[in-house]
């Protein structure tokens, strides 16, 4: 099973990127839809079938204050020469990476660590070369909501015929 560790975000900021992602919709450019958003914290990918649980009980030994995440700025990775997603940033006082690390210190045998972790919530993924410049330009310093962020989650992510679907399976809730 396909797994990763993740914040779920308030419906009222996901439809506002869902919107602002619907202005690059475009031939080899897909918006993510509003119920697919999140903030990845670990990519865990495919896990043993059975390993969840002992997954979740690591997760569960993580303490964490809970903290406010505002979205800020647009970006693109890996570069603005060729993009693969297009996304908007996550920022937190440090608060989201330290919570990344919490869990990346939990799971270092499941998956891979980034290595240079950036809190971001993707809105596009792109699937040949597009100009982004202008939309980069124009939202590069654009605010789109805030919120507390009290809970992470472990998702399991499936391909089905009409595109992924994202299951729930524990939710972990900070102090």
Known sequence: MRLFVAIP????????????????KRDGVNPVSNEN??????????????KEKEIEERLHKIRF??????????????????????????????????????????????????????????????????DFSSFLEKYTKAEFGSFEVSSFTLVQSRLEPEGVKYEKLAAFYLA
């Open 37 to 50: 958003m999140h903030i990845t914290l670990r990519f865990l990918g495919e896990v043993e079938h059975g």
């Open 9 to 24: 975000l308030p419906e009222e900021i996901t439809l506002r990127l869902e919107q602002l992602a619907s202005g690059l």
């Open 65 to 130: 204050e809970k903290f406010s995440c505002t979205f800020i700025g647009v970006g693109v990775f890996p570069s603005k020469e060729y993009v693969r997603v297009v996304w908007v940033g996550a920022e937190s006082n440090g608060a989201l990476e330290g919570l990344t690390k919490k869990v990346n210190n939990e799971l270092k045998e499941f998956g891979k660590e980034e290595e240079n972790f950036v809190g971001h919530i993707t809105i596009a993924r792109v699937k040949r070369k597009v």
